[in-house]
């Protein structure tokens, strides 16, 4: 079964930029959609952004401006870099896999990384 | 940007209860919704995905309806394990969370 994890530095001071590798095992990365999701302490989920195999990208409107995500398929990894953090940016962050091409639904899930922005 | 409300924000109930949870969208999102269960400390868990097909491995306690703007999550008879937070996503739009319906067993 493809299993999902996250991983990266646990603290990032504040303006500077938060990056996380999702490493996928498992499975292929390729032909499918891949997002990070976050959720502030206490909070909802809230939706980051997604990336294709290919290197398509959408990212929601709240994080557009200073997100960036990225995919190496040779080595089944991608990647997230916000930039310009704040201490509203501290967060548990999942990296997560869409079901297929048709139902785009978050079918599989890492187990988070938590962040903190000091 | 699609509006995800859900309701109720909170629910207390007792085992055996017939449970209902309700996410309604700013605007037609076709089938393009799914509910989630996340526990303390956890990645959220799929139970339902396009509206009302059930995931697999998830007990058949659990089913979902809707279509366009209104969609309901029924938990047929409450089980002990069952509490937690539950989620909708509408992804017809970009993606979109509900704000969460925390479940607590009497």
């Known amino acids: 079964q493809v299993q999902l994890r996250e991983s990266g530095p646990r603290l990032v001071k504040s303006s500077e930029t938060l990056s996380l590798t999702c490493s996928v095992s498992g499975g292929s990365i390729s032909g499918y959609y891949w997002s990070w999701v976050r959720q502030p302490p206490g909070k909802a989920l809230e939706w980051i952004g997604y990336i294709y195999s290919r290197g398509s990208t959408l990212y929601s409107p709240s994080f557009q401006s200073r997100t960036t995500l990225s995919v190496d398929m040779s080595i089944n990894q991608f990647s997230l870099k916000l930039r310009s953090v704040t201490a509203a940016d501290t967060a548990v962050y999942f990296c997560?896999?869409?079901?297929?091409?048709?139902?785009?639904?978050?079918?599989?899930w890492g187990l988070g990384t938590t962040v903190t922005v000091s | 940007d699609v509006q995800m409300t859900q309701s109720p924000s909170t629910l207390s109930a007792s085992v055996g209860d017939r449970v209902t949870i309700t996410c309604r969208a700013s605007r037609n999102i076709k089938s393009w919704l799914a509910w989630y269960q996340q526990k303390p400390g956890k990645a959220p868990k799929v139970l339902i995905y396009k509206a009302s097909n059930l995931q697999s491995g998830v007990p058949p306690r659990f089913s979902g309806s809707g279509s366009g703007t209104e969609f309901t999550l029924t938990i047929s008879s409450l089980q002990p394990d069952d509490f937690g937070t539950y989620y909708c996503l509408q992804h017809d739009s970009y993606w979109t969370f509900g704000q969460g319906t925390r479940v607590e067993i009497k």
């Open positions: 997560a896999r869409g079901r297929d091409f048709d139902n785009m639904d978050l079918e599989v």
